[in-house]
Every structure is written in C-alpha cells, then in structure tokens.
C-alpha cells in the first residue's frame, strides 16, 4: 500500500523508518489534545491567563504561526500574479505550510475562547468596527482557500490519480489557481494587517497603541510588511530543513537564493518602517495619551534591550545578511539570516501579546507576569506535532517539490555556480 | 450487481449535500449555543414576590438594624436602614446558614449525661463570650442554682463609650474604623474628634487616623505609663523613647493633645490598667466614658443570680465542667488561657457551636447551635451606645433540626422552669415603662408607656428596638487600675513579635471577596512580614511557611507587605492561631 | 436622556470592601474556588489600598475603589467586541455587557485601560444550600465568559418596574442606586445623572481636586474620583513607573 | 447502467432532505402533558373572569405569572362540577396543598427581562398580543421542550428576540441590549 502511494522515481525512506519518525509526533500529538481537552471540558482554569493576563501563549502563538504562514499566500501571489516561474519550485509545499499554520492557528482559537460554542456568532452578529471581526473572517475564508488549493495537490497522488472524475476535478481546480491566488493575496494582506490592527486600536493600551491613515493603525501595515518579509524565509527555512532531513536535493539553489534576496528586500523595509514608526509613538503617540515612553521600560526584565534586539538583532542584521550576495551564498549564512528573520517575527508578536499585557496603566497597578501551564504548552505542542505530521506526510506522499525528480536525474546540477543576473518579475527587475 | 465501496461513497456523498438543505446543522449549531446558556453548573435564583423584613444583626456586639429582601420566605440581601449602613461582614449574613464549615449534628444525650456524672467538688462553669444578654442572666440564675456553679466572662463588662462627644479620641490599637461599632454612627463621630492610634502595623484605621504612631509592638503600656506621668506634671521617663520608638517630642505634643483638646477618650483593642488610669487622669470618666444602666430585668432573676466573674480572676485549675457559649461570638480567649483554669485531670468542655472552628476543636462535645439569622436571643447595647437598648435578632430563616438552645440546655441542666426568658425580660422592660420603643417598617418611636405590650412585643420580634430614656447620670465608675493585670510579657528567644489581627468568626465564603480576591485585607491563615524581615526569614511573597511559637507550629502563607515594622509579623488569627500565639507571644518563621 | 455617572469621595473611602461584598450579593457573582487569587477573582468593584511611598508615621495610605469608568468616547471595550457582546446604551450611557452574546475572547479585557472586566474562569458555584440565596433580578453567568459592573442594572429594571406599575415613564432619581453606593458606610460612593447638573455626582465632578482616572486616554470616563491629598490624586489620575499598591 | 453513481447520489440526496424536514420536529422536542387538564375557556366564559384577575400584576409591578395553589383553592377548595379532572385536581393538589408543577409555555430564557407591567400599562398592550387566543383555549396543550437548549418550543412561536425588536425598533426608539437582558 504505502509504495504505491508514492511517486515513482521519487525514493522515500523505507515504511518502517517513516513510522519511527511519525511515532514521536503522534505521541506530542496525542498528550496535547489531552491538554487542549482538559480545556475545553474542565474550562480555561486550567491555564495560566488571567483577567490581567487575557491573552497568552496561544495568541503569542497565532500571530506567529499566521505571520510565518504568509509564506503561501506570498509565494502564489509571486508565482501566478508576478509571473516569478522561478518560485514555483516551492509553491507546493508553501501552501502545505499555510494550510498547517492557518488551520493549526484556528484550532487553537477555538480552545482559547471561552465559549467556543458561540464562535459563530461573530458570523451571524458581527461588529464590523473590530479588528477581531476582521480577522475571523479573512482567516476563515482564506483557509477555505489553502484547503482548495491543496486539494489539487493531494489529488496528484499516485493512487487518486487513477481516479478518472478526481483527474477532471483537478484539472478544473487548476484553472482557477490564478483567481485563488488574488483572493488569497487580498484576504491575506487584511488578516495580516488586522491582526496588528487588533493590538494597535488598543487606545486603553497606550504601550500598543499607534495612530495610522483611516481606521488602519500603523502596525496594520507593519504587521503585513513583516509578514511577507518572513514568509519567504520560512519557506526557505523549511526547504533546507526538509531536504536536510530527507537528504534529497529538491530545489535548485538559485530558489532559496532568490527567497532569501526577496526576504532581505522586504526585511530592510520592514525595518525601516519600524523604526520610523518606533520614534513617532515614542515622541508623539505615547506622551499624547499621557504616558511617557520611559516607563514601560522601567520594568525588568522588559529593558530597552528588547526594542534593540527587535528592530537591530532580529531586523537589520538578518536583512543586511540577506542583501549581500556573498553572505547570502554561503548556506549558512543564508539559513542562519533566515531563521534570525523569523525569530525577529516572533518576538515582535511576543512584546505586542506579552508585554503589552504585563504593563500597568494604572499608576497603583502592579506589573504581573505569567507562565504559561503545561495545560497550554501541550496544546502549543499539538499544533507543532499536527503541522509536521501533516507535513510529512504531504512529503511523503504527494509531490511538493516538482524539481526534485529532475535533481536527482542530474546530480551535476548543484555543480554550476549560481550566475548573479537579475531576476525578472513580470518585466520590472527585482 | 452488488453494491461497491464507492456506491456507498456516492449515496454518503449525497445524503451529506442533501443534509446542507435542511435545518438540521443548522437548527443543531444554534441549540448548542443556547445550551451553552444553561448547561448544567449555572445554578437558577428563585422566583417570587419580594418583600421586606427587619431584623437585628447578632454577628458582633454592634447589633445593627438589619432590613432583609427576602423571595418568599428566603432572605436574598440584607441591607442597613437608609443612613445605617451595614458592614462586609453583616451584608452576607444571610449566608452563613449554607457555610460549608457549619456542623448541624451533636451528642446531646451523651453530653448531658457526661456533666451530670461530673465530680461534684470541681467546679461547673459557663463561659459565656458575649455577656449583657438575656441568656446571660440565664446562665447567672442556672449557675446560681448549682452548686460550685461558676457563671464566667471573658473580660470586664467594658463601660459605655461615647465617641460622639469626644474631641480627642487615643486609641491603643484599637480597630475604631473597621467594625468596631456601628459603622454609620462611628464615622458620623468620626467628623468631629481627632484620631491619634498607637498601633506597630499599619491597619485601616491607623492609615486613617490624623496621627499614626507606629509603636514597638508590646509597649503600649509603656507609652500609656509615660504619657500618665505627663499629665501628672513629671518628667518624661528617659528610657520610653527608646523601648516605644517614639521620638520623645512626639510622645510630649500627643499628651497635650489629649490634654489641652478634650473632652479626649482613650480607648484600646484590650483594656489594661495604664489605659483606665489616662481615662481617669484626663477626667472622661462620666463625660466620654461612663457605666450604662442595663435593661430593667425581672428582679425575681436579680435575686438568684450567680456573680460576673471575670475569667482571669478564677482559680487555676479549679474548673472541672466547662461550658462555652460560642454561638454569639466576641473574645476569644486563647486555648492556653482557658486550659490554665481546668483541671488537671479529665476536665469535661461542653461548646456550643456552630462549627470547629473555635473551641470545638478541643471540647469533648460540641452542641451544635443555629447561626444569625436563625437564632432568637437580645443583644447587648452597643459600645458607643450612652443608653441601654434591648432588641431582637429576629429570626429570618428556621433553624435545621438538631440545633441546641445554649440557654435553655444550661437551664433544663440546673432544673430552672423553663419559661420564654426573653418575653419576660420584655415584660420587665415594658413595666419598668421607660424610654421609647422604634419600629423600623414605618419609622416611628414611641414612649414605651402608650404601647400595649403585645405591640411592644411584636416590634421587638419586627427588628424594633427600645431605648432607654437618660436616666440620671451615673457616677464615674471606680476603675482602680491592679485590678486586673497586664498581659503577661513572654520571655523567649524568638526573633519577632506577633502581631494579631482578628478574623470574625464565621464568615460568608463571600468574603473571598475582600480575602482572596483581592488584597484588602490579610486573609486567615495568613502572615504580613517587612521585605527585610522577610529576606532574614529567608521567605518570599505567596510561600507557604511555618510559624512557630512556645506553644507549637502552624502552617501559613506569607505576604511582603513594606508599611510593615522590621521584626514585626502580623498574623490574621483565626482561633487556631490564636491559639498557636496566646495573649502576647514572640515568634519565628521558617520555610517550608 | 440621563447619563448616570459616579463620583467618589477617596478621603472618604475606609477600605472597609462593604461595596464589594455587597456587589457581589446584589449580582450573583460566586464566591472564587480555592486557589483563585486577586488575579483570577470577580469583583466588579474593587478597592486598592495605595501609599505614598514613604515608611514609619510618614507612610500614608488611602484607598481607592476601582470599577467599570463607564467610559462616554471612543468606549474602548465596545470598538473591540466581535459580536456586539458590548454596548453603550443610549438611554442612561450604562457600558452594559451581554454574557450570553459574549464567546469568551477576552479581546475587550485587554482592551480596557482600568482592569475593570472579569472572565469567568471557573463554572459559577454556590456551597450546597447558598444558592437559594441568589438574587433573582439578576442572571447568573456561565463559565467562559467575560462580566463586568454596570451599575446594578437590576435594580434599575426594578426602579423601571415601580414607576410603570403607577403608570410613570420617568423613574425618580431616589430610587435607583447601585448596591455599591447604597451599601458604602461613609457615604464616600455617591450616584446620579450627569446630565442633570444639579446632581450630587455632577456637583462633585465640578468641585477642584476632582479628577478622573487616566483622563489623558480621551475615553471619557463617567466616575469622578476627589481627593483633597496632592499624592493621593497625583498616584490616581496618572501612570507611574514604580510599584506603589497593595489591593 | 452509466448514470448509476448520479442516482445513487441524487437518492443520497433526497434521503437525507426528507429525513431532515420531516424527522426533526419530532426528534428535537420533549412532549410532555401538563400536570391537570385546565380550560381557560370555562374559566373566562362561565367564571366570567379576566386574565389579571388569577395572573396578577403585583403592586410592586412585578407578575405573579400562573398563579399559586392559594389562588386556585379559593373558589376550587371544594370540587365545583364533576369533571374528571376537577376531581382529580382536587384530590392531587388541592387536598394535599401541593403546589400546581404547571410547565410554563413561555418561560422565557433566565437572562430575559420581561416587565409585563410597562407592556400593559405603558404600552397598553393586551395580553393577546403576545400570548395569542390562549386565554380561549378549552385544553392545554402538550408542553414541549427543546431536548438540547431546554427552552419551551412555544417562545419560538411570536416570543422570540425577533418579534420583540419588531415593535422596539419602530419610531427612533434607542435599543440595547441590557434594557430586555439581566
């Protein structure tokens, strides 16, 4: 059975070697539904939030998961609007990689809220000034919209090919690639930006809050340009990860050469941005609301170490390694650069989850701290051992590298060196 | 033709397209959020018509006024009168019937039994921790009637303290601002006298007094002594700056307070000697401190009456059945206190309670009693209150079955007639035909003399309460201080001082409120330390820990609390504690 | 239109947390399980004890009760709400809280500047017995979702009730109180119409060393706190780097 | 045959719409009886009484609703006309002094707040307005009960959300949501 759900000419360890590797992740699995269970039956005492402390681990959790998921919906939008063939050597497994993070993200929502019974509602009685509408809506359409164009994907097995009305259907689906990748962009670039909308309209939070243009504070457009920015290097990240795992060459180097170039690009705007955005809040935003930006820093261990190793660290130091053709040459470098990008995401959504939450307003409130209960770490666990299993078997099964056959067929290929000409997008030149 | 796997797929296919088409997802969706709206565990207020009843609150020896919303028979919020608040305590009243700790059930026969083989040469005592009821002339006629019957109380029957005249008010730890009396009435005084409290921890009242001094814990007497000898034109005692940690210009400037601005009054958590004789010394005596006239009472009860002996003033180990009247809390004299006076060899101790909390935990019996609101007994007159009073804690809810009446057991023990003791001291009240009686559903008062006493006897049943007229003034009260001693000053190696704040015993689980909820107050079982004490304990915010003293060691939980003094802890003694601390104890904390 | 409002007298306010517990009896909010700290608790009203920073008889303290500001402009809690679990209502500008509307997201507690919302982190349970002692104005939360003071809208339901049974639209002011205000000993919690200047709140408000907390966010709040203390007014009104409270 | 799968899957289909449609009323309601066979009819045509004089408003304006047992004995303390079910009602309540357990059809949910007394007075609705011909009817219906939300089936038949904002939203009345929620 397992063989002949396999590609041909596209070896995979054996049968056994697959379980072994499963057997792990199926056990993290399976202890974090325990967890997310408990939850969900005895309620969310069973977590370490609380009423000063709403959000957590697991909001941490979805904006990072989402921002790094933006690789799928980046990648269509390079491959089927910008016309940028090179990439669509990796758009498979970015959408696998969205389709993980988009619907591990909406998993964990359901259990982070209270009455996950009623979380219709916001379908049926939505508010439409809240960012949080927003969202739900953008993530739940566009996660109809990765299960679509993943279905083309899996419906390239080896044995449900042989299924003629399978064929027809994804030969039918594969016409409408281009409009699921604009829808994709569109609802994309709004969920991304509402989810920093969610923290900047937080006029009671004068740590988070930001001004921007119309109803659209300034972390709406940080968030999207940060999230695109990380969405390729993920993408590479996991390439790397991927082919280093299964010790198979499946995307020729130009590939994750160009991600990280694009990533570099978008990094450095990102945190030019940022920055600029950085010193009106501190100048301007912050004082306006009656707070100066001093205090928030007063409290340990949320130094202005933390602003510098977000914006410098994580930011500029990843972005300037990227942009350098030399660096980004050397593997190491590349992935290295790749990973620091991510991590410099991640903390972003940390401060504005958890140090927003942990600072006083009040001048006789008292700066608190949480630790998330194992209770949520089990859940935050599932979602990864869920994203690799499906991954895995995505990899295993399905085709998520199309230049993978070809590398093997010519193992001369990683030989000739990586020629520095411009890439065309469309007709401008990146 | 058989039918195949993928027949099966196709019609399952179908039949799921079709189900979209009908209100069965749908209609299920919607069900199961509005089950979310009474799911099991949301528990479902009972309907009725609502109305209003009135009643006296028999929590602490204020006795407010109390009008109860009641659904039907059930009291769903107890309220003041309009401008006579009620305070944390008193407002959850009406729970305690439900408290999780009650006990409902005791060995009545078995108890009775026990103290009617008692050794006839020790003596049978009753102590009684709220003296001045009606039960507790009972208890003087049953002790009267046995032989070696001991009727005792805790302390002194303190004087009659009239705060509203009062311009300087020196308090000894004191707690004026937080239940002492009746909230409304204290803080209207409030307005007019100056407050300096002497007190090591900075409670409520202390951060609201006018003059907080943050004195050495266990030298109030000292300061008292030395502030007596101001007045009496002698010089400062050197050394009383040093042993109070009190700058001596303060120590000087705060005795002309009391002097220069008076009428002053001098108050303290415990009464002790130094404090009568300032009292005495600034002339208050008769003018903010003064002896109430008690209610008239049936002479023929003043006729066979056994003494008020003060607990301290009995015989060591001279008591060999002990009865406790827990039900209308007050004091709480510590274990050790009360164990000094039993005797050596099986003493019997009989409470009556409602729960183990208190003494429970070491009489051999323990009579279960009805709580507030259930119980029908009279409360003595408030502290501040210049007149004597009489009114009922009507009861709002019936008792469980299997509560014992303390009174009426004492009573039925010495073979007194059992008559309705409370309806007679009425009688004698209304034939006495003084003061005035109110009624609280339509507000007015009357003169006793125009009310027939079935009337009066039905307002006092109402929550109405009778008032004595001011009757000649009565002359300033002896207070010869050595009449009773001072708390015995402990001599031991352990580093910190303890400092007690009382948790009134029972108290609604609804008080999580102000104990646990929130840090409003050190909840019980808990321990405020100095950060520096703290470090040198080696314990930090939240641990659990031990404290320990002479008597022993309990657990507790720690909380850092910098308006704390170094070498200081302030411990909130529920009657375990107490026990553990005794009347004045050093001690030390450790980890756990 | 009224705009029923707060004013509270901080000099005033004993910390003695009658308003709490009597909150809490008039609202049906369950006493909090073992374990629950001040973080994890329910009370719509709660009072902080603040000190001025100083120690020995220099130390100064007050206390200071803390509820739902009631905010009037760019109400921060209600923007936020997916669902319109949150409203202000147009007739007494009351910032009311729909539980059986609400999912739970907390988004609306993070929202709110003064910590003034509760999530119901356990099912709400009465010890055996107690619960006949429930209010039956007011329904009982379930677990899971987010609650919050609204001035006791029960008994203005009840007030309303009064009025129509003698064929009144209008209620008159005396007979609608929260339970705060009806229960505070000092009389330190004092209610009323905003609107109507001659009100007690109103007449407060307008009085110098009033002020009202965080005033610099523009939300418009509708409790009005007084303190004639400098320090006590200079900890309330604005942030402040340091730790300066217990409560 | 070619069009096998497509029959197939249209009976799917059809299957699941009938069962849908026609099976649900039934599956998703608790039917029971009311404890005594009451006729308002005969209590308004041959007792000649109103509505408000056994459902009373109180004078604080609050409404009693279906009226205690008290009410009912005091013209039922004797059996008045030989009606089985009088007979019966006499015998299981009356003479026991147990209380009615009557299922209320419109019991609305715990967290409604429905003042009858401005609807009466202010408004001057008549009872029919919202209770329908019930005060006519000669029997009582089953009462029947939502199995998964517990509500009484009938606050769906012109008591729902909806049908109260029909009449709120008329004119430029403001609403929300605490004014008909505790």
Redesign the interface.
């Known amino acids: 059975m397992d063989r002949q759900l396999i590609a041909r000419r596209l070896p995979r360890c054996p049968a056994r070697q697959f379980v072994l590797w499963l057997l792990p992740w199926t056990a993290l699995l399976a202890f974090g539904l325990y967890a997310a269970g408990l939850c969900l039956v005895k309620g969310l005492n069973q977590t370490n939030m609380d009423n000063r402390f709403a959000f957590g681990l697991w909001i941490f959790l979805d904006l990072t998961v989402i921002a790094l998921g933006a690789g799928a919906f980046f990648t269509g939008f390079l491959v089927y609007i910008l016309k940028l063939k090179e990439l669509s050597a990796v758009i498979y497994s970015a959408v696998v990689i969205g389709f993980v993070c988009y619907s591990g993200a909406v998993a964990v929502l359901l259990v982070d809220v209270g009455q996950p019974l009623r979380a219709w509602f916001t379908f049926w009685y939505p508010n439409v000034h809240s960012m949080l509408t927003e969202v739900t809506f953008c993530i739940t359409c566009y996660l109809t919209v990765l299960f679509i164009e993943y279905l083309p994907i899996i419906l390239k097995n080896r044995k449900l090919r042989q299924v003629p009305s399978f064929l027809v259907f994804e030969f039918q689906l594969h016409k409408l690639i281009y409009v699921l990748a604009g829808a994709g962009t569109f609802l994309s670039f709004f969920h991304q930006g509402s989810l920093g909308g969610l923290y900047g309209v937080l006029r009671g939070r004068p740590f988070a809050f930001r001004e921007g243009f119309a109803i659209w504070p300034s972390t709406f457009f940080l968030f999207i340009i940060s999230a695109v920015a990380v969405g390729p290097a993920f993408i590479l990240l996991t390439t790397w990860l991927v082919s280093k795992i299964s010790q198979r060459r499946l995307v020729k180097p130009q590939v994750l050469d160009l991600l990280g170039r694009i990533s570099g690009l978008l990094l450095s705007v990102y945190v030019l941005a940022k920055t600029v955005d950085t010193l009106i809040w501190i100048n301007r935003t912050s004082p306006g609301s009656g707070f100066p930006a001093w205090q928030y820093y007063s409290w340990n261990p949320f130094g202005t170490w933390i602003l510098f190793a977000e914006i410098v660290v994580f930011g500029l130091i990843p972005a300037l390694i990227l942009l350098i053709p030399r660096l980004r040459r050397r593997t190491g470098w590349l992935v290295s650069a790749a990973l620091m990008a991510c991590l410099g995401v991640a903390l972003n959504r940390f401060v504005l989850t958890v140090q927003t939450l942990a600072l006083p307003t009040l001048g006789f409130d008292q700066f608190v701290s949480y630790r998330p209960s194992w209770q949520e770490t089990g859940t935050f666990l599932a979602v990864v051992a869920y994203g690799v299993l499906v991954y895995s078997f995505s990899f295993r099964y399905l085709q998520l590298f199309p230049q993978e056959r070809a590398l093997e067929a010519a193992p001369a290929a990683e030989a000739e060196p990586v020629e520095e000409e411009p890439v065309l997008v469309g007709r401008y030149s990146l | 033709m058989q039918t195949t796997r993928?027949?099966l797929f196709?019609?399952?296919?179908?039949?799921?397209?079709?189900?979209v088409?009908?209100?069965?997802p749908w209609?299920?969706?919607?069900?199961?959020?509005?089950?979310?709206?009474?799911?099991p565990?949301?528990?479902?207020?009972?309907?009725?018509?609502?109305h209003t009843r009135f009643t006296n609150c028999a929590l602490c020896p204020a006795g407010c006024a109390v009008r109860a919303r009641c659904?039907g028979p059930?009291?769903?919020?107890?309220?003041g009168l309009p401008g006579q608040?009620?305070?944390?305590f008193g407002?959850?009243g009406?729970?305690l019937?439900?408290?999780?700790g009650r006990v409902t059930q005791g060995a009545l026969e078995q108890a009775a039994a026990a103290i009617a083989h008692r050794d006839p040469k020790a003596s049978i005592a009753v102590l009684d921790l709220r003296p001045g009821r009606t039960a507790s002339w009972t208890y003087r006629r049953a002790m009267a009637a046995i032989p070696h019957g001991l009727y005792l109380a805790p302390k002194r029957i303190s004087p009659a303290v009239n705060l509203a005249d009062a311009k300087t008010v020196l308090s000894f730890g004191a707690p004026l601002?937080?239940?002492w009396g009746t909230?409304?009435s204290v803080?209207a005084a409030r307005e007019r006298f100056r407050l300096v409290q002497v007190e090591p921890v900075?409670s409520?009242t202390a951060?609201?007094a006018d003059?907080?001094?943050?004195i050495r814990a266990g030298s109030e007497t000292a300061l008292a002594r030395a502030i007596a000898q101001l007045l009496r034109k002698q010089a400062l005692p050197p050394e009383v700056a040093a042993l109070t940690g009190i700058p001596e210009e303060?120590i000087v400037s705060v005795a002309r307070q009391v002097a220069e601005n008076g009428p002053a009054l001098v108050v303290a958590a415990e009464e002790f000697p130094a404090m009568s004789e300032l009292n005495r010394l600034l002339g208050s005596l008769g003018r903010t401190v003064f002896p109430r006239r008690e209610a008239p009472v049936p002479e023929s009860w003043t006729r066979a009456a056994a003494p008020v002996t003060t607990f301290a003033s009995v015989a060591d180990h001279s008591i060999g059945v002990l009865l406790i009247d827990e039900s209308a809390p007050d004091t709480y004299l510590p274990w050790s206190v009360v164990q000094k006076k039993l005797v050596p060899y099986d003493p019997l101790v009989v409470t009556f309670a409602s729960s183990r909390a208190g003494y429970g935990r070491h009489a051999q019996y323990l009579l279960p009693t009805a709580v507030y609101p259930e119980i029908t007994s009279d409360l003595p007159p408030a502290l501040h209150s210049a007149a004597a009073t009489f009114r009922l804690a009507a009861p709002l809810v019936a008792p469980p079955a299997g509560v014992v009446d303390p009174p009426t057991f004492v009573a039925r023990m010495a073979r007194l007639p059992l008559t309705p003791a409370l309806r007679e001291r009425a009688g004698a009240i209304h034939q006495a035909g003084r003061g005035t009686v109110s009624t609280w559903r339509d507000g007015k008062s009357v003169p006793v003399r125009q009310v027939k006493f079935d009337d009066f006897w039905s307002a006092l049943n109402e929550g109405g309460c009778w008032i004595d007229s001011q009757g000649p003034q009565a002359p300033a009260p002896q207070m010869e201080s050595g009449s009773f001693a001072d708390p015995p000053v402990e001599q031991s190696s352990l580093p910190l001082v303890v400092v007690t704040t009382a948790v009134p015993q029972p108290f609604?689980?609804?008080?999580?409120?102000?104990y646990?909820?929130?840090?409003?107050?050190l909840s019980p079982g808990r321990i405020a330390l100095h950060p520096e004490t703290a470090r040198q304990c080696g314990v930090t915010d939240g641990a659990r820990a031990a404290l320990e003293t002479i008597r022993g060691r309990a657990a507790v939980q720690v909380s850092i609390?910098?308006?704390m003094p170094p070498g200081v802890v302030r411990v909130a003694a529920t009657p375990a504690l107490l026990d553990l601390c005794g009347p004045s104890a050093r001690a030390k904390v450790v980890r756990v | 239109m009224t705009r029923y409002g707060m004013s509270i007298d901080i000099d005033r306010c004993t910390g003695c947390g009658a308003c709490m517990v009597a909150c809490a009896v008039e609202n049906n909010i369950p006493p909090a399980p073992e374990g629950a700290g001040d973080r994890k608790g329910i009370t719509w009203i709660r009072v902080f004890q603040v000190n001025n920073g100083e120690d020995g008889s220099n130390r100064k303290s007050a206390f200071v009760p803390v509820l739902c500001q009631q905010c009037g402009h760019e109400t921060p809690c209600v923007s936020v709400c997916p669902q319109q679990a949150v409203r202000v209502d147009p007739q007494t500008g009351i910032v009311g809280q729909m539980p059986e509307r609400c999912l739970g997201c907390r988004y609306c507690m993070a929202a709110c500047p003064y910590h003034a919302r509760y999530f119901n982190w356990w099912d709400p349970v009465w010890p055996p017995g107690m619960e006949k002692t429930l209010n039956p104005a007011v329904a009982p939360r379930m677990r899971g979702v987010v609650e919050k003071c609204n001035f006791c809208h029960g008994r203005w339901h009840a007030a309303k009730e009064r009025a129509a049974a003698q064929n009144r639209r209008e209620i008159d002011p005396g007979d609608y109180l929260p339970a705060c205000v009806e229960a505070c000993p000092t009389g330190a919690i004092r209610f009323g119409d905003l609107n109507d200047r001659a009100s007690v709140p109103a007449r407060d408000a307008r009085q110098d060393g009033s002020f009202r907390l965080l005033e610099k966010l523009g939300t418009d709040p509708k409790i009005h706190y007084h303190s004639r203390q400098g320090w006590v007014r200079q900890i309330a009104s604005a942030p402040s780097g340091k730790e300066k409270a217990r409560g | 045959m070619r069009n096998r799968g497509t029959f197939l899957f249209l009976a799917g289909a059809v299957a699941a719409l009938g069962a849908g449609w026609m099976g649900l009323p039934y599956a998703i309601y608790a039917r029971r009886a009311q404890p005594v066979d009451f006729s308002h009819k005969v209590h308004v045509e041959q007792g000649g009484l109103k509505c408000n004089d056994c459902h009373e408003l109180r004078s604080d304006g609050s409404f009693a609703g279906i009226p205690r047992l008290e009410k009912c004995a005091g013209c039922h303390a004797a059996p008045m006309g030989a009606t089985a079910a009088e007979k019966q009602f006499i015998d299981r309540y009356v003479a026991p002094q147990r209380e009615v357990p009557w299922a209320v059809y419109a019991r609305q949910p715990e967290n409604v707040y429905f003042p009858h007394a401005s609807h009466l007075k202010l408004a001057g609705l008549s009872c029919e307005t919202c209770h329908g011909d019930h005060g006519r009817t000669n029997t009582l219906r089953p009462y029947q009960e939502d199995r998964i939300s517990g509500y009484p089936r009938d606050i769906w038949r012109g008591m729902k959300m909806d049908t109260c904002l029909e009449c709120h939203r008329q004119g430029s009345r403001k609403n929300s949501c605490l004014e008909c929620h505790k």
């Open positions: 993928r027949d196709k019609f399952a296919a179908g039949s799921a397209a079709g189900l088409f009908t209100p069965v209609r299920l969706i919607t069900d199961t959020a509005l089950w979310s709206e009474n799911w565990g949301i528990p479902r207020p009972a309907r009725g018509e609502i659904v059930q009291p769903v919020a107890l309220t608040p009620l305070c944390a407002l959850v009406h729970h019937p439900y408290h999780p601002l937080e239940g909230p409304a803080f900075p409520p951060a609201l003059l907080w001094l943050p303060q609604s689980p609804l008080l999580s409120k102000l646990g909820e929130s840090n409003l107050r609390d910098s308006g």
